[in-house]
């Protein structure tokens, strides 16, 4: 199996993961980024863009640069990577974000601030929800 076999294969065993476990409408880019989506997968619901690896020597600042390059500075990215000691049927594959995206991704799972809601709170929902009935009998 030559290089790109490997990294494809690597490919098509994270994105069926990504699809079952958290976005289905995950997709791989087609020719490794040649047009105008880049990277190797691409998950429209984080607007994330995925490079994957799957290499016996790891090489994670370059790596890290290449994944970079792929989000063409609007998108936010990842690195995905077979550690190499592991099995190519069943690898465990390894994630590098940066701090800022892990920070971001964290926080979506912070407390609420509001557990029940006030009054005030209260009124504005009902009120929001009229408002949102009245536009929909109008349609």
Known sequence: MN?????????KIILAQIRNELDKSAYEVSGSGAGL????????ILDLV???KNCKTIQMANWV????????????????????KSPQEN????????????I?????????????PDRELKWVLT???????QVLKKL
């Open 3 to 11: 290089t790109k076999q490997k990294g494809r294969k690597l490919v």
């Open 37 to 44: 989506d880049k990277g190797d997968i691409r998950i429209p």
């Open 50 to 52: 995925i490079e994957a």
């Open 65 to 84: 640069k290449q994944a970079e390059r792929e989000g063409l500075g609007h998108s936010k990215t990842a690195l995905m990577w077979r550690h190499p």
């Open 91 to 102: 690898p465990e594959v390894r994630v590098d974000i940066s701090l800022d995206y892990f």
């Open 104 to 116: 971001e991704l964290a926080a979506r799972y912070k407390e609420p601030k509001i557990k029940v």
């Open 127 to 133: 009120t929001l929800k009229n408002a949102i009935n």
